[in-house]
């Protein structure tokens, strides 16, 4: 299955006709990305059902998916106890804010580990085959200096003693709800460790340096790095993503986790700079902190060999994606503004 292109990968991999799709989290950057993907290559052949807290707020906001007949969006919260209307060949648990922290800490890691349990609960009612759990590449914790890119069976983990760690502690335990669930028989379940994206659904307001980068060059005066812009980090488009995460769901190996992202490194002063040079070639890039004294520079890398087994592999360079995403990002502006 190697070598395919992304044309060949949908043909070759899309679900059964009249297959249905249970999704939460779908209001989110990763969740619209999922539908778009889920609305291109599947049409009026799969339906899927979408649980959010406020549908109509949802549909109001993005009005482009209130009128697809093959979506059907639900009123419901994670954490509460749901009764399946139908089965489901398919659950996507995508659900869970990735900086919630600050709010309160405790329920972060309820929402994110209890109701993991509770929509993998859903998912065996639901009589579904498979359960796809979109955790993160924060479970790993640090990535150590000596290790280039963090593969799949690295043993690192976050630090217990640190508020900073909660996010990636909770992801842990959200997977080893699903490895337990996986081994009982009930159901097969698949991990995605997500790292970082890009796509015209990417937040402009968030902790998120490529939201705020191309928010910066398209509608500020100048584009701001935070921090002294050695931190390295990757990228992968948001049309790759998605297409690996159906992929994972549809072949991925029962029980198994893997990284979702791009392996080509590059630093925050950099992907500044590109935006600049692509974008806004007249604007200034600020950097906030030029100590340069950090010895220790922040990496977070992914290996993507166990990736590359079930034929994936980046298909947009990061050049494409900010171009893309600065199209799709000026035409809802313009949509918004009409």
């Known amino acids: 299955m190697l070598n395919k292109s992304p044309t060949e990968f949908r043909n070759l991999l899309k679900l059964p006709d009249n297959s249905k799709i249970f999704l939460t989290g779908g209001t989110g950057f990763l969740g619209r990305t999922l539908l778009d993907e889920l609305l291109a290559t599947h049409n009026d052949k799969v339906e899927i059902h979408i649980l959010c807290r406020d549908p109509d707020a949802f549909k109001a906001r993005y009005p482009s998916y209130a009128n697809q007949p093959t979506l059907r969006f639900l009123k419901g919260d994670i954490l509460h106890e749901l009764e399946p209307e139908c089965n489901y060949s398919h659950v996507i648990h995508a659900a869970a804010d990735t900086h919630a922290a600050s709010i309160?800490?405790?329920s972060w890691i309820k929402q994110i580990a209890f109701g993991t349990e509770n929509i993998l609960e859903f998912a065996v009612q639901a009589k579904a085959k498979?359960?796809?759990?979109?955790?993160?590449?924060?479970?790993?914790?640090?990535?150590?200096?000596?290790?280039?890119?963090?593969?799949?069976?690295?043993?690192?983990?976050?630090?217990?003693?640190?508020?900073?760690?909660?996010?990636?502690?909770?992801?842990?335990?959200?997977?080893?709800?699903?490895?337990?669930?996986?081994?009982?028989?009930?159901?097969?379940?698949?991990?995605?460790?997500?790292?970082?994206?890009?796509?015209?659904?990417?937040?402009?307001?968030?902790?998120?340096?490529?939201?705020?980068?191309?928010?910066?060059?398209?509608?500020?005066?100048?584009?701001?790095?935070?921090?002294?812009?050695?931190?390295?980090?990757?990228?992968?488009?948001?049309?790759?993503?998605?297409?690996?995460?159906?992929?994972?769901?549809?072949?991925?190996?029962?029980?198994?986790?893997?990284?979702?992202?791009?392996?080509?490194?590059?630093?925050?002063?950099?992907?500044?700079?590109k935006m600049r040079d692509l974008l806004a070639p007249?604007?200034?890039?600020?950097?906030?902190?030029?100590?340069?004294?950090?010895?220790?520079?922040?990496?977070?890398?992914?290996?993507?060999?166990?990736?590359?087994?079930?034929?994936?592999?980046?298909?947009?360079t990061l050049s494409e994606m900010i171009h893309k995403t600065a199209i799709g990002l000026k035409n809802m502006h313009a949509k918004n503004n009409a």
């Open 104 to 106: 309160n800490p405790v």
């Open 130 to 273: 498979r359960f796809l759990f979109l955790s993160s590449g924060a479970i790993y914790g640090p990535q150590p200096q000596t290790l280039s890119k963090i593969p799949e069976d690295f043993s690192g983990a976050p630090s217990t003693t640190s508020i900073n760690s909660i996010y990636g502690q909770a992801k842990r335990l959200a997977e080893q709800i699903c490895t337990s669930k996986n081994h009982s028989g009930q159901i097969e379940t698949v991990i995605a460790r997500c790292f970082a994206f890009g796509g015209k659904h990417v937040p402009l307001d968030g902790p998120y340096a490529f939201g705020n980068f191309i928010r910066d060059a398209l509608w500020r005066d100048k584009i701001v790095v935070q921090g002294d812009g050695s931190a390295t980090r990757s990228y992968l488009a948001g049309e790759d993503m998605a297409r690996w995460l159906l992929t994972m769901m549809l072949i991925g190996r029962a029980g198994e986790a893997y990284n979702v992202g791009s392996d080509q490194p590059v630093t925050m002063f950099e992907l500044a700079g």
């Open 282 to 316: 007249n604007k200034e890039v600020v950097v906030e902190n030029r100590s340069g004294s950090n010895t220790h520079r922040s990496v977070y890398l992914p290996s993507i060999e166990k990736a590359g087994e079930l034929g994936l592999r980046p298909e947009i």
